[in-house]
């Protein structure tokens, strides 16, 4: 929230709790990702740089992808025109968001192997190699979870060493992860990345 919206909702409470309440309305019949998608589109035609890096983050956080959020302002050139897309680009190659690096974009998901699940989803943690990536897995009470062993902040690899029972974390910054839920517990605000898992034959294959 802006200096300014905070600053009205201690002067005038009332009223800006009917304007929540009104937003709050207006999206109740749209599923998050599509909020967070015209959230993003908003603030591009706003061009209000802090509200798009927030929103920016917000969509990825409730599993919009990069090229979603790209689609969506591209199909938006109309009305943003080519000014406003390219601004809202040269900020996402300022945050250097992983997700919207161009090989990850370019990247299309597979089905990978895993090994067996006896061993690969064998409870506790492990960190796993693929051909050009790692993943942790994560097998406890609730299932079997998989992730990107990149850290959500500024995509370094966060190695099999970071792993302190349940807890990772990463050694750039610091940032901490339950790798039961995925949830950020320390330094940051975005979760790991978790990637789509299925056991086919007794194999633990993961989408990446």
Do not use: N
Request: net charge positive; proline share 6%; aromatic share 6%.
């Amino acid at each position: 929230m802006s200096d300014a919206l905070e600053y009205l909702v201690k002067v005038r409470p009332q009223a800006m709790q009917s304007y929540f309440a009104f937003l709050r309305e207006a999206g109740s019949r749209l599923d998050p990702r599509t909020r967070a998608l015209i959230s993003v589109i908003t603030k591009v035609d706003r061009q209000t740089e802090r509200g798009f890096r927030q929103y920016v983050r917000r969509a990825l956080r409730e599993g919009v992808t990069a090229g979603e959020i790209l689609d969506a302002m591209l199909l938006a050139f109309p009305t943003l025109g080519l000014s406003k897309v390219v601004w809202a680009v040269d900020i996402l190659l300022a945050m250097d968001l992983p997700e919207f690096r161009p090989e990850r974009l370019a990247a299309q998901p597979v089905w990978r192997d895993l090994g067996a699940v006896d061993a690969a989803g064998a409870p506790g943690l492990r960190r796993l190699a693929l051909d050009d990536r790692a993943v942790f897995v994560h097998a406890g009470p609730e299932g079997i979870r998989v992730y990107d062993s990149r850290c959500p902040h500024q995509g370094t690899d966060i190695p099999e060493m970071a792993a302190e029972g349940a807890v990772l974390t990463c050694p750039r910054h610091g940032w901490k992860f339950d790798a039961a839920t995925g949830r950020c517990l320390a330094g940051g605000d975005r979760p790991l990345t978790e990637l789509p898992h299925r056991v086919r034959g007794g194999r633990l294959e993961v989408l990446c």
